[in-house]
């Protein structure tokens, strides 16, 4: 039960990632967002690809299966309810399955409302958590296709995982998001040290990601909309049901320049 993870940005902002296990040499792509960014980091690495993981339809997740699977002899999973919108696809699952890719468990989270048929996928054994664009660092997908209640239900579900959990998101957003999370949670200590941290990683170049869900879960108003100073934020009494609060959080980020 050990892999090693293999990390790359391509097209704009999107991360890509490599699951590699280590005893069955088998290799997990998280989402295909660029075919040829996939190829250069399986060469670098000596990795041949087994395994395709998507966590939802959209293009920038998407757009490398079909090269991918004409490349490679892989197996590409992807979310049931989405089925229909994603070529390729193989293994079809829903929320509560678990992927085995070798030796390394892989359990499916629903997240719905980025998209209504978005899944994480949580490798417990090696404590990590593939987020798509359900939940980025200090903030959480754009919410596209679903309603706040279910999705606030599905970043309780991520919330519930151990503080150690390392969290791996679709896209490098964090200082954009820090931007927001510091308007609306101004005097939350633990975000202003992250945020400081996290102007200076961008500066030098580095990633962001990932971050501890304990981290997260401290500082990500998101995954906060249940603490009345975040009710209290949007102008709403601190006894507000959390999902109202969560819909007030992600209706002011999209406004938010
Ligand atoms: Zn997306
Ligand atoms: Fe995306």
Known sequence: MAVLVDQFLCRTDNYGYLVHDVETRKTVAIDAPDAGAVKAALNHRGWTLTDILITHHHRDHVEGVSVLKSEFKLTVTGPRLEAEKIMGLDVMV??????????????????????????????????????????????????FEGKPGPMWEGLKQLRSLPDPTLLYCGHEYTEENARFALSVDPRNAALNIRAAEVKRM?????????????????????LRSDKPELAK?????????????????????????
């Open 94 to 143: 829903a929320p509560g399955d678990m992927v085995m890719v070798g030796s390394t468990a892989f359990f499916v989270v629903a997240t719905p409302g980025h998209t209504l048929g978005h899944i994480a996928y949580h490798n417990a054994g090696d404590r990590h958590l593939f987020s798509g664009d359900a939940l980025f660092s200090l903030g959480c997908g754009r919410m």
């Open 202 to 222: 961008r500066a030098e170049g580095k990633f962001t990601i990932p971050v501890s869900l304990g981290m997260e879960k401290a500082t990500n108003p998101f």
């Open 233 to 257: 934020a949007m102008g709403l009494p601190p006894d507000t049901d959390p999902s109202l609060v969560f819909a007030a959080l992600r209706g002011a980020k999209d406004d938010f320049r």
